[in-house]
C-alpha cells in the first residue's frame, strides 16, 4: 500500500503529517532491518521491551512490547521473550539515574581525539574512577557566549561501564547483537524529531519524570536546547494527597511551580533560539496525573499542551499499552526508532572495548577449519597426481639447469636484502610522520585552548617590583594554575597600607581585574632598634620601667591576599 493510498478522510492528523513528510523524503529515512530492532531499557524495577520494524510507507510497527518486573524470576521471563523474537540486532537504552550528563566547549578534533580529550575534562566530576568511565560525545550547535564569540558545543554522556557490561551480557545470554547503547535523552529526541511538524520541524517536548521533569527544544532533528526541572509527579501526587476541596484548584496549586519555571524557559527559547512555542508535547506519565496537561495549559498563557501521541506515531500490532506502560516503554521506542531512522548523530556508550570478541579457537570455528582444511587437501592430492607425470619429464631439464638458477638465486637473495632494508626504512619514516603530525596536533590544541600560559612568571614579578608600595613587604608569594590562582603574604606599617598595595598590583598587566577571595590581617609587636642602646636605671619606678618598655615595641601588621584555591600562607 502506498502512501497516497493512505492519506483518507480518517486518517488523523499527525499520520497525514507524519506521512507527507515521508512522501516527500521519499521514504529514504527508514532503513529496513530483517525482523527490525530490539530496543531495552533496564528501569530500577522493571525492564521495558519493544521489537520495532521500520515501515517507509507509514508509522513504525511495533510488533511486540513487553514490561517486565525485575522482582522474582524477572530476568529469566525476559531472557526467554528474548529468544522467541525474530530479530538479530537490540539496542539497550540508559534511564536518567544511570548516566550523566555534561556540557561542555568543541574541540577541532577527530570523533576518537574529541571523546578522549572530553574524557579527560570531566574526571574531577565523576562519582566512579575514569577507567571505569564509558563517554559518549553528541555535538550540538554553536552556542553565542556573552561576548558575542559563537562556540560549538558538546554534550558529553558519561556512565559506569558496569551499567554497559550488564547490557552487553543480556545480548550474549540471548545471542543477540548489541549494536548501541543510547540515552534517555538521547532516545527522546528521537521520539520528538518523529513528531515534528512538517512545516517548521520543530518540536518542544516536556518529560515529567518521578522526581524531575526535562525540557527538550528540538530542531533539525538535533537538540538545541535541554534543561531539567527538579519537579516530578511526586511533588504533584504529594500536595494533591494532602489537600482538601475543589480537584481543580488543588491541581492547579500544585502544577504551578512546574509551570513557573516552564514558562521561564519557554520564554528563553522564544527570544534566545527564535523557535515558535506555541505548542508543548507532554510525554507519557509513569505515574499518571489526570487533568495535568489542561491545567499546564491554562497556566501558560499563549501555549497549548498537547499528550505526545505515541499510539498514532507507531502502529502497535498487539493493541495498544496503556500511559503507565507508554511511560516505561518510551525511551525504549525512541532508541530502536533512532537505530531504524539512522539519523542524527547517534550517541553510544557501546565502545568498542565492550564488544564481544570472536573466539577462534571455538569448537564451531575448529571444525570448520578442519572441513575446509580436508576439502583443500583432496584437491591439492589430485592436482599432484595429474601433474606427477609432468614433474618426471621435466626433472632431467630441471638438474641440468641447476647451475644457472643457483646464481640467480644469490642475485634475487641480494635484491630481497635490499628491498627489505628498503621497506623497513620506509615504515620507520611513516612512523616519524605520523608521530610529527600528532604532535602537530597536540601543539595545535594546546596552543588553542590555553590550558596554561607559555611566557612564565617574570612578568608577574616584573609587575610586582614596579608597583611596590613603602612600608609594605612581601614574604611569599604563590602562583599556580599558570597565574590562574595567586597568593602574596607580607607585612606592613599599618593597616591602611594594605588597600594602596592591592590598588597598586592592580595597575600591572599581569594583575589588572584580577579577583582574590580572602583577605587576613592581623597585628603584632615588634621591638625598635634604633641604634643607640641606652642602659636602663636602676633607680627608675616600676610605672617608668613599663613605659619605656611600650615606647621601645612598635606596631605592625601581617597579611595574607589570595585566590580561595590557594591554601593559607605561612609568614616568614
Not at 25 to 45: C, E, F, L, M, Y
Amino acid at each position: 500500500m502506498s502512501a497516497n493510498t493512505i492519506l483518507t478522510q480518517e486518517t488523523p492528523p499527525l499520520h497525514k503529517r507524519l506521512l507527507a513528510r515521508l512522501q516527500r523524503d521519499g521514504g529514504s529515512q527508514i532503513i529496513r532491518h530483517k525482523g527490525g530492532i530490539v530496543g531495552v531499557a533496564p528501569w530500577p524495577d522493571a525492564w521495558a521491551v519493544v521489537q520495532v520494524e521500520g515501515n517507509p510507507a507509514g508509522p513504525p510497527t511495533v510488533e511486540q512490547y513487553h514490561v517486565i518486573p525485575v522482582e522474582g524470576d524477572g530476568t529469566a521471563h525476559l531472557q526467554a521473550i528474548l529468544r522467541q523474537k525474530a530479530a538479530g540486532k537490540c539496542v539497550g537504552v540508559l534511564t536518567p539515574g544511570q548516566y550523566r550528563t555534561f556540557l561542555e566547549e568543541s574541540v577541532n578534533a577527530p570523533v576518537e581525539e574529541l571523546v578522549a580529550i572530553m574524557r579527560f575534562r570531566v574526571r574531577d566530576r565523576l562519582e566512579f574512577p575514569l577507567e571505569n568511565a564509558a563517554i559518549a560525545v553528541q555535538p550540538l550547535p554553536a552556542r553565542k557566549r556573552d561576548d558575542g564569540v559563537e562556540k560549538p558545543m558538546v554534550n558529553v554522556f558519561a556512565t559506569n561501564q558496569e551499567e554497559v557490561l550488564r547490557l552487553c551480557a543480556l545480548a550474549a545470554r540471548v545471542r543477540m547483537q548489541l549494536v548501541g547503547v543510547d540515552a534517555h535523552e538521547s532516545a527522546l529526541r528521537h521520539i520528538a524529531s518523529h513528531c515534528a511538524e512538517a512545516s517548521d520541524n520543530e518540536t518542544i517536548l516536556l518529560h515529567i519524570g518521578v522526581q524531575d521533569a526535562q525540557v527538550m527544544a528540538i530542531r533539525d532533528r538535533e537538540t538545541v536546547f535541554s534543561r531539567r526541572i527538579k519537579i516530578g509527579t511526586e511533588r504533584i501526587h504529594e500536595v494533591l494527597r494532602l489537600a482538601t476541596g475543589d480537584r481543580g484548584k488543588n491541581l492547579a496549586i500544585a502544577v504551578e511551580p512546574l509551570a513557573l519555571e516552564l514558562q521561564r524557559t519557554l520564554d528563553y527559547i522564544r527570544t534566545r533560539l527564535h523557535m515558535a512555542v506555541g505548542r508543548v508535547r507532554l510525554a507519557p506519565l509513569e505515574h499518571p496525573v489526570a487533568g495535568l496537561a489542561a491545567t499546564l495549559g491554562t497556566l501558560l498563557p499563549g501555549v497549548v499542551v498537547l499528550p505526545l501521541p505515541l499510539t498514532e506515531m507507531f502502529h502497535f500490532t498487539t493493541g495498544e499499552p496503556d500511559e503507565r506502560e507508554l511511560a516505561l516503554l518510551l525511551p525504549a521506542l525512541g532508541a530502536a526508532l533512532g537505530r531504524l531512522r539512522n539519523s542524527g548523530m547517534m550517541v553510544n556508550l557501546l565502545e568498542e572495548r565492550f564488544r564481544p570478541k570472536q573466539d577462534p579457537l571455538s569448537g564451531k570455528s575448529i571444525l570448520g577449519m578442519g572441513v575446509v582444511s580436508l576439502l583443500l587437501l583432496g584437491a591439492t592430492l589430485g592436482v599432484l597426481q595429474a601433474h606427477m607425470g609432468k614433474v618426471r619429464a621435466g626433472f632431467a631439464t630441471v638438474s641440468s639447469q641447476e647451475a644457472t638458477l643457483k646464481a640467480e638465486v644469490l642475485q634475487q637473495v641480494d635484491a630481497s636484502a635490499n628491498a627489505a632494508l628498503n621497506l623497513k626504512l620506509e615504515n620507520q619514516m611513516q612512523q616519524l610522520a605520523e608521530k610529527i603530525a600528532r604532535n602537530e596536533r597536540l601543539l595545535d590544541y594546546l596552543n588553542n585552548n590555553q590550558l596554561g600560559q607559555k611566557e612564565g612568571f617574570a612578568g608577574y614579578l616584573e609587575d610586582l617590583s614596579r608597583q611596590a608600595v613603602a612600608g609594605v613587604w612581601l614574604t611569599g608569594v604563590t602562583l599556580r594554575n599558570g597565574g590562574q590562582e595567586i597568593g602574596f603574604a607580607g607585612r606592613g606599617e599599618s593597616v591602611g597600607l594594605v588597600p594602596r598595595f592591592i590598588e597598586a598590583i592592580g595597575q600591572g598587566s599581569h594583575f589588572r581585574d584580577r579577583r582574590f577571595d580572602i583577605l587576613h590581617i592581623a597585628r603584632e609587636k615588634s621591638e625598635k632598634n634604633d641604634g643607640n642602646d641606652k642602659p636602663t636605671s636602676k633607680t627608675k619606678s616600676d610605672k617608668e620601667a613599663k613605659d619605656d618598655t611600650k615606647s621601645d615595641q612598635e606596631e605592625i601588621i601581617t597579611f595574607s591576599l589570595r585566590t580561595k584555591r590557594i591554601p593559607e600562607m605561612k609568614h616568614e
